[in-house]
């Protein structure tokens, strides 16, 4: 992949199963109910400001290399 076809944007309800993969290689163990949490609050709240940022692929994929 090149670096310069990676696209920033923000972060959609979709990408959970990504971010949980992306953060379990970073950290070495799994918290999908502590992203749950942060998603809900991300999607389900009025007052939550959405500024949450995926890496995406050509192909629209989040990267999680």
Do not use: C, W
Not at 44 to 64: F, I, K, M, R
């Amino acid at each position: 992949m090149n670096e310069s076809t990676i696209n920033i944007r923000l972060m959609k309800d979709d990408d959970f199963d990504a971010v949980v993969a992306i953060d379990e290689k970073v950290l070495q163990t799994s918290r999908p109910d502590y992203y749950k949490l942060k998603f809900e609050m991300l999607f389900e709240s009025t007052h939550y400001l959405p500024t949450s940022l995926v890496a995406e692929n050509e192909e629209g994929a989040v990267v999680v290399k």
